[in-house]
């Protein structure tokens, strides 16, 4: 009986180191496998292992201002101490609404036609009103020049993401400091996609664009981004 014991034991004992040695080739397998699988990831991470040091500029504002310095002390701290770009967006109809740029943006209605519109016009102090206003004649494909406000035959609910205009502060100061432009156009609402392509060539005309990365939930011109794709090879 003491020997039949000894053999069901020895047989449970085989059985589960075949089972452990089994489960080890399994792994041994899976780890192979994945192996294979990251070697172009490896390979593409090596090839692209330059790594810069970047701050939103509309954050570093709120930093410098709750430490009791200007921005560009702020920043001169930062890059100190390896800061090498500043990410600059394109401000959008909900940015100009809360009072963030120079440029403010109003919702009109024509009561007798029960139709919205909405008027964006650049603040009359700004140092930038002519270029900011040609800037914005050129989002909206806007053919005269002058410096009046302009008038757009949709709600102002519905630029609340779309790009309106640069940051300029943000670019004037990364101009000033040296410091690489990380630029972010915002979409565009969908009869005006491609002008996110001419802004942004407009914008590297006189301040070089290092990389730019489109903001917001969607790249204007999706599913057609071959514009803005082809931008990402000239710069």
Known sequence: MAARKTLIFEGDKFILMKRKFLYAVFFLIILVCSAFALMPRLRLEHANNNVAILTDYREILILAKNSGLEVDEALKILIDNGLTGLMVSELTGDNLDHGIGQAEIK?????????????????????????????????????????????????????????????????????????????????????????????????????????????????????DVSRMAKKAHEL
Request: net charge neutral; charged share 25%.
């Open 107 to 223: 919702k009109i209605r024509d009561a007798e036609r029960e139709t919205e519109g909405t008027v964006i016009s650049i603040l009359p102090e700004s140092p930038y009103k002519n270029l900011l206003n040609k800037w914005l004649r050129i989002r909206f494909a806007i053919s005269e020049d002058n410096i009046a406000p302009v008038f757009l035959t949709m709600p102002s609910n519905m630029l609340k993401t779309s790009g309106i205009i640069p940051d300029i502060d943000g670019l004037e100061t990364a101009k000033r400091l040296g410091l690489k432009i990380y630029y972010r156009p915002a979409p565009s609402p969908g009869h005006l996609s491609e002008r996110a392509s001419i802004m942004l060539e407009e914008v590297n005309k006189l301040y070089p664009v290092s990389v730019f990365t489109p903001s917001g939930e969607f790249v204007s011109g999706y599913p």
